[in-house]
C-alpha cells in the first residue's frame, strides 16, 4: 500500500514539475504573439506604447488583468499571465 501512495504522489509531482516547464517554455512565445507588437520584441516599448521590459511582475499581471482591448482578449490562463509577468521583469532595459 505504501508503494502505491508513494508512486502516485511521485506521479502527480512528476506532473506539475513538467507542466510547469512546459509552461515557462511557452512564455517567450506567448509575449511574441500577444505583446511584442505593441511593446517590441524585448520590452522596449513602442511609438504608442510603453517600455514594459524589467516591470515589477505582480504590475505586469495587474495591468493585463485589468486592461481593455486588446489585451482582454489574449486568452492567457492567471498562471500564464503570472508566468507572463515573472518574464517580462526578467527583461532587460
Partial sequence: MKRILVAIVLSGVSSTLW?????????PALYQKHCAACHGANGQGGTATPPIAGMPASAVAKVVN???TPMD???????????MGRYVSNLKK
Avoid: N, Q, R
Wanted: proline letters at 4%; glycine letters at 8%; hydrophobic letters at 55%.
Fill in 19 to 27: 507542466a510547469g516547464a512546459a509552461l515557462a517554455a511557452d512564455i
Fill in 73 to 83: 482578449k489574449t486568452g492567457m490562463t492567471a498562471d500564464e499571465v503570472a508566468a
Fill in 66 to 68: 485589468a486592461h481593455p
